[in-house]
């Protein structure tokens, strides 16, 4: 129960951080419109297709918010995640779900979506916060 409790503190640190990110770098409200359809997506069509979407509509744009949360599940899944199988592998994440197992594809499209709830939920209520101060 303690490491379900510090893994998910974890993500919510983490989630906050791509989330300030977001709102300096990225259009917000386009950022927080994606994080809100993204799980869908991944449930939909899974995670492969879900980030070689990203890539696709993020690729060559400056401050484009498909290309930042490609980014920001790479690095939290292939570099930030304790208990993600990519974790230390020198990979993009296409990349290692291109070469991982199946089993590794179910952990880490299972963690992606733990990640995801966090980002939807900080992105959301960040972007309640701004649509009242403009009001």
């Known amino acids: 129960m303690k490491v379900h409790r510090m893994l998910e503190q974890q993500r ?11 709102k300096e770098k990225t259009k917000f409200s ?19 297709p879900a980030v070689a ?7 060559g744009k400056n401050r484009n918010s498909h290309a930042l949360l490609a980014r920001q599940l790479e690095d939290w899944l292939c570099r930030k ?28 499209s299972r963690e992606a979506l733990a990640y995801l709830k966090w980002l939807k939920l900080l ?9 009242e101060k403009q009001e």
């Open 12 to 22: 919510a640190r983490e989630a906050s951080l791509a989330v300030a990110e977001a």
């Open 30 to 48: 386009e950022y927080v419109s994606l994080v809100k359809k993204f799980p869908a997506l991944v449930v939909r069509n899974g995670l492969g």
């Open 53 to 59: 979407f990203l890539l696709s509509k993020g690729k």
């Open 81 to 108: 995640a304790p208990h993600s199988p990519f974790k230390g592998k020198d990979l993009s994440l296409i990349e290692a779900i291109a070469k991982g197992s199946s089993q590794e594809y179910l952990m880490v």
């Open 123 to 131: 992105a959301s209520a960040e972007g309640k916060d701004e649509k």
